[in-house]
């Protein structure tokens, strides 16, 4: 005799969803998404000197490294499997000027890190970033010119930083700066340089957030930064100006797209995806490791187990890959599954 005193009725009956999530063995079975080691990008921030491994504050268990020991983190990464790092340069105070003319220096310190890791660890891949901000005493990602980010003369800057950088053996060029027709001048200038095969990561959505904090500490620009980015950044309450954006890119020649920052943006994530097709990833930004970290550290949450949250989520969102300052501790758990 059925107990009429349930609600659930017959039809529910049918359709029970529960019913796939019944043991260990069906929710392996059914799973979706997965995340694996080779959906990671290692971002790392790289100081002159030798030896030197400097922590941090905003950024716990993230540490500026000298070149001689991001070649052994690369190697490191390389053993985990990890495919790829990005690069981000701390460099002397004094080098930095209005127009961020060390970025057109041939060895600097970008083009060295890349030099020193393709001799050390030539199988791992290296992802660098044209923006200006860590070579201009303004903070600021192009040239300022009586009070105005110039977008042109950005371009033909970047342009030819890009070009040394791939002179280094930079595999990736990652513009992140936000002017407008970088992609297709870059791909040009790579191209007449004889760069054909380095590729170009778009951060073509990168909004205007606050989730950047903490990398303004590690790259020191954050007592520079005079006013704000919101003259090149996206407003982050404009998710279809993203869009068209991001197809001015992919018209230019992006191989690649990237969301930035990453969870507040999922959405973004997935009408990119949906849109054109093309290899799209989300940088996981400081700010949002940091939230992870400093709750964790509080003991408010399960950081481990909200990272990896956090991780699969962005697979969920249609994402290929996540740069994300995890990328270490992330493949070492992968690797013990
Ligand atoms: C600037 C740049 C930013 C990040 C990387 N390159 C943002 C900014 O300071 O404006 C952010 C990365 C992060 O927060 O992890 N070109």
């Not at 027709?181 to 073509?204: C, E, F, K, P």
């Not at 187990?305 to 697979?315: H, N, Q, S, V, Y």
Request: glycine share 8%; aromatic share 6%.
């Amino acid at each position: 005799m059925q107990d009429k005193t349930h609600l659930v009725d017959e039809i529910t009956g049918h359709r029970r969803m529960r019913r796939n999530r019944k043991a260990d063995w069906t929710r392996r079975l059914v799973q979706e998404n997965r995340l694996t080691v080779d959906d990671l990008i290692w971002p790392i921030f790289i100081v002159p000197g030798t030896g030197i491994v400097d922590p941090i504050a905003a950024m716990p268990g993230v540490n500026r490294m000298s070149v001689d020991k991001a070649v052994e983190a690369a190697k490191e990464a390389a053993d985990l499997g990890i495919p790829a790092l990005a690069t981000f340069p701390d460099i002397e105070m004094e080098l930095r000027d209005e127009t961020g003319s060390n970025s057109l220096v041939a060895n600097n310190l970008i083009n060295q890190t890349t030099a020193a890791i393709k001799k050390a660890v030539p199988n791992i891949g290296i992802i660098t970033d044209v923006a200006l901000d860590p070579f201009t005493s303004h903070g600021h990602d192009g040239i300022l010119r009586d009070g105005e980010i110039v977008n042109d003369e950005t371009v033909d800057q970047v342009v030819r930083a890009a070009i040394l950088q791939a002179d280094a053996g930079a595999d990736i060029i990652a513009p992140s700066e936000m002017m407008d027709g970088r992609i297709g001048a870059i791909r040009r200038g790579l191209d007449a340089a004889g760069h054909q095969s380095v590729g170009i990561m778009s951060y073509a959505t990168k909004f205007s957030s606050g989730f950047y904090g903490p990398y303004r500490e590690a790259i020191n620009t954050k007592g520079l930064l005079k006013g704000d980015k919101n003259s090149y950044y996206i407003n982050p309450a404009n998710g279809t100006e993203a869009i068209r954006d991001a197809a001015l890119d992919v018209e230019e020649g992006a191989d690649m797209l990237m969301v930035k920052p990453g969870l507040a943006y999922l959405d973004i994530c997935w009408r990119v995806k949906e849109a054109f097709g093309l290899p799209t990833f989300a940088y996981q930004v400081s700010g949002e490791y940091s939230q992870i970290k400093a709750a964790a550290m509080n003991g408010w949450i399960d950081g481990e187990r909200i990272m990896m949250e956090t991780l699969l989520a962005f697979k969920r969102a249609g994402c290929d890959g996540i740069l994300t300052y995890f990328a270490p501790e992330v493949a070492k758990i992968l690797a013990k599954r």
